[in-house]
């Protein structure tokens, strides 16, 4: 697709963790020319590179709670600064309350956000997904233990090694799907009062539902 031609595209994808948003996201991206923006993906980076900040996040992240609202605003206009997100860009786990949705907002203007997609799955399937969900610990390629990589468990992207998160403990899990619950269903359902979300069932076939979300978009934008 032109990006010189097309209106910006400016997506933000929810789901609870384990509903599949990593892997539609990275696809939605790629289909749409934008920058896939994870902020797991850039705190886990973080983590990697040893910095102060890196092992006070890894802390939160391992708890199974949530970057404070600041931090995490500080990081994304940041990021949404960077020449590649000039024409548009796709945001994946964040907003993740209420008060970064409306950080979000104030710092894009209020027509500054195209469409929030919100991959509904039920909490017991995305428990079973988690807990056999696997990640490259280099580029962030997602497998799992019925999906490995060609030759496990060395990623078939970078070659990198291919682990557990350390947050995908059971005990985790259960934390992050009560925050998800207490603090990011709020700003779903505040895009949803505001005509910006749709809602797509995330259980079934994943190209279908790449499919889905790919019409959804389009019918929404072009
Ligand atoms: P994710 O890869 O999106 O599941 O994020 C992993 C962890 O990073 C979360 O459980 C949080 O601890 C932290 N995190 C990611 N995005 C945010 C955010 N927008 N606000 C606060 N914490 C975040």
Not at 215 to 220: A, F, G
């Amino acid at each position: 697709m032109e990006s010189t031609t097309r209106p910006p595209v400016r997506l933000l994808v929810f789901g609870r963790q384990g509903a599949g948003k990593g892997t539609q996201a990275v696809r939605l991206a790629e289909q749409f020319g934008v920058p896939h923006i994870s902020t797991g993906d850039m705190l886990r980076a973080a983590v990697r590179e040893g910095t102060e900040f890196g092992q006070r996040a890894k802390e939160i992240m391992d708890a199974g709670h949530l970057v404070s609202d600041e931090v995490m605003l500080g990081l994304i206009s940041e990021r949404l600064a960077q020449p590649d997100a000039v024409n548009g860009w796709l945001l994946d786990g964040f907003p993740r309350t209420l008060q970064q949705g409306k950080d979000l907002m104030a710092l894009t203007g209020a027509d500054g956000i195209d469409l929030a997609l919100d991959l509904d799955v039920a909490e017991d399937v995305v428990v079973e997904r988690i807990s056999s969900r696997r990640v490259c610990s280099s580029c962030g390629a997602n497998y799992s233990v019925q999906v490995p990589p060609t030759s496990p468990w060395t990623c078939d992207v970078c070659g990198g090694e291919v682990t557990q998160r350390d947050d995908d403990t059971e005990q985790a899990v259960r934390e992050r799907l009560a925050t998800y619950l207490l603090q990011t269903v709020p700003v779903v359902k505040w895009f949803e009062e505001q005509g910006l979300l749709a809602t797509v069932d995330g259980v079934g076939d994943r190209d279908e539902i790449t499919n889905e979300l790919i019409s959804l978009v389009t019918n929404r934008l072009f």
